[in-house]
């Protein structure tokens, strides 16, 4: 195996492991909108828009569980998808390579809005602001982009 056939699996486990923990955490939240089957004080919606958790439930489960499921499984099947391709801001490149980008951008901008929100940092808000990071970096490795140029 080629080195940069490696960091495409990277990229392709990273969202793997992404989607799953967001599916599971969005379904509990629509399921408990109150929070309370996670441990999660309603307190913590003081600050935001939102009454429930039910909101930011639909919104973890789609923009960060099924989003990332998608694009994972397009890194390793090549799937055409016509409205991926219209939203794709690189031509010269394969479209869930940039939805990949654009997934690094959504955990950045959900763990910041989440810190703003509570005005407190935990451990766990830096471990995913990293993986955010970490999704970028890894998918403008130029290996990377190598594999999924068109």
């Not at 940039?98 to 451990?123: H, K, P």
């Amino acid at each position: 195996m080629k080195q940069s056939e490696g960091r495409s699996w990277l990229l392709i486990l990273m969202h793997g492991i992404l989607g799953l923990g967001a599916i599971v955490g969005g379904v509990i939240l629509i399921m408990d909108p109150s929070g309370s089957m996670v441990n999660l004080p309603e307190s913590l919606l003081k600050n935001s828009p939102f009454a429930s958790f039910l909101f930011p439930g639909i919104i973890l489960l789609l923009v960060l569980g099924v989003m990332p499921i998608m694009i994972a499984i397009s890194l390793f099947r090549y799937v055409h998808c016509g409205q991926g391709e219209r939203l794709n801001l690189y031509s010269d490149r394969y479209w869930a390579w940039t939805f990949s980008l654009y997934t690094g951008f959504a955990l950045i901008i959900w763990i910041m809005v989440q810190v703003y929100w509570i005005q407190d940092v935990s451990i766990i808000h830096l471990v995913y602001f990293a993986w955010g990071v970490s999704i970028q970096v890894v998918t403008l490795l130029p290996a990377v982009q190598r594999i999924y140029s068109k």
